[in-house]
């Protein structure tokens, strides 16, 4: 494997240079992305709002917080209200995705990620052509689903259940602990999310196991991937991989790296903190950069504005 380069001027301005000459850009984000957007499950962010299961509970973060055996839905979806809100109902607290959108602006270009936060469409992506492949916080399914594969979704619901936990609204909207920091970590039972069709309990829609639900827009969403690979796969496309490790590398890096060497009028582009690199065989038409996304994507806004 070849590994990392530095954040240069010249590194810059050959992404730069690579960006306005494709004929096509395929974003491929992972959970780098989300971080570099000021989403960190833990810290500061995380202790605001789970102070209390952390002095419950001893949870210290909300990936492992997602894994807890709760010992009641009440307790589990007051919980998991609070770590969908946190995820997709704000907008993230730096300006990545509206940079990365003005970036890409007039270009052909596609989205695939690997990211349930739906960060991409709040920034104003279009729909059609952005790819969630491994869910939504915004959705619930059943927690066993049959022959037919719905979603849910699931806004106002969560609202409801910050609010009976306590949570208020400030002057722009939003949600926050209240002044006296006393908050429930419980909700009442009737605003645990049941199918409306046969009160069986739901879920939250995300790729932890088989019951995950790929429903009519998953599908759909899958389609337009495939038909704009299948229109740029011999073009001039730059493969832009932004903060994807290796939990899942086989949906966006491997799929990238083969890709490239497949088509001799692509480039290949990878930024990660620690993790940029690619393979020797496509390494004259790659550029990996060991840093932060959003140093990159600032720096490529001040160039396209100079």
Request: a positive charge.
């Amino acid at each position: 494997m070849e590994m990392t380069g530095n954040i240069t001027d010249g590194s810059i301005a050959l992404l730069g240079e690579k960006m306005a000459q494709a004929e096509a850009i395929l974003i491929g984000a992972g959970a780098g992305m989300s971080t570099a957007a000021g989403f960190t499950y833990s810290g500061k962010r995380f202790h605001q709002w789970f102070f209390d299961f952390e002095q419950a509970y001893g949870i210290r973060d909300m990936y492992s917080g997602g894994f807890y055996p709760f010992p009641s839905r009440e307790i589990y979806w007051a919980w998991w209200s609070r770590q969908i809100y946190l995820n997709r109902y704000v907008d993230a607290p730096l300006p990545v995705y509206p940079q990365l959108l003005d970036l890409v602006h007039g270009k052909e270009y596609f989205v695939l990620t690997t990211n349930v936060d739906h960060q991409f469409q709040r920034a104003g992506f279009d729909k059609k052509r952005l790819f969630y492949t491994q869910g939504d916080y915004g959705l619930f399914q059943k927690e066993r689903p049959g022959r037919k594969k719905e979603t849910w979704d699931n806004e106002g619901l969560v609202y409801r259940m910050l609010e009976a936990q306590g949570f208020v609204k400030d002057r722009d909207g939003r949600y926050q602990v209240p002044a006296d920091g006393h908050i429930r970590k419980a909700i009442p039972a009737s605003l645990v999310p049941k199918a409306p069709d046969d009160g069986s309990p739901l879920v939250m829609n995300l790729r932890c196991d088989d019951t995950f639900v790929e429903d009519v827009g998953w599908h759909r969403a899958a389609g337009q991937y495939q038909e704009f690979l299948r229109k740029f796969q011999d073009k001039k496309i730059l493969y832009l991989e932004l903060g994807v490790g290796m939990n899942t590398p086989g949906i966006i890096k491997y799929s990238f790296w083969q890709r490239t060497a497949d088509n001799s009028h692509s480039f290949y582009v990878s930024i990660n903190k620690g993790m940029a690199f690619c393979p020797e065989k496509i390494r004259s038409r790659s550029l990996c950069l060991d840093g932060d996304i959003a140093l990159v994507l600032e720096k490529l806004a001040q160039r396209k504005k100079a």
